[in-house]
Nanobody, 125 residues
């Protein structure tokens, strides 16, 4: 069971990035997957989540309208499109998955059992 997040980098304020999370097949077809982030000196926080069939999606208020989560089960990949980025979005972004078979997308960090290594997003002003 593996998750690997990638696509981070340095971008100017107002710019865009797309993060990807490659998941093993067992996770990808059955599990809700979420994106979380941790800024320097802060606790890890929820960003967005999507359930297995893509019909249950939630966003943190701070990213609603700017970020879009999606998944391609055939490609075993979950995406986070981030637009209109601001310096406050600077953080390490992690993807995480619930146990296969869970149908509910959750905002709670404790509900996720599989975690990727994180990818750094830096937004300059």
């Amino acid at each position: 069971v593996q998750l690997q997040a990638y696509g981070g980098g340095l971008v100017q304020a107002g710019g865009s990035l797309r993060l990807s999370c490659a998941a093993s097949g067992r996770i990808m077809s059955n599990s809700p997957v979420g994106w979380f982030r941790q800024a320097p000196g802060k606790e890890r926080e929820f960003v967005a989540t999507i359930n297995g069939n893509g019909y249950m999606i939630y966003y943190a208020d701070s990213v609603k309208g700017r970020f879009t989560i999606s998944r391609d089960n055939a490609a075993n990949t979950i995406y986070l499109q981030m637009n209109n980025l601001s310096p406050e979005d600077t953080a390490i972004y992690y993807c995480a998955a619930r146990f296969p078979g869970n149908v509910v997308a959750s905002r709670q960090i404790a509900d996720y059992v599989y975690w990727g290594q994180g990818t750094l997003v830096t937004v300059s002003s």
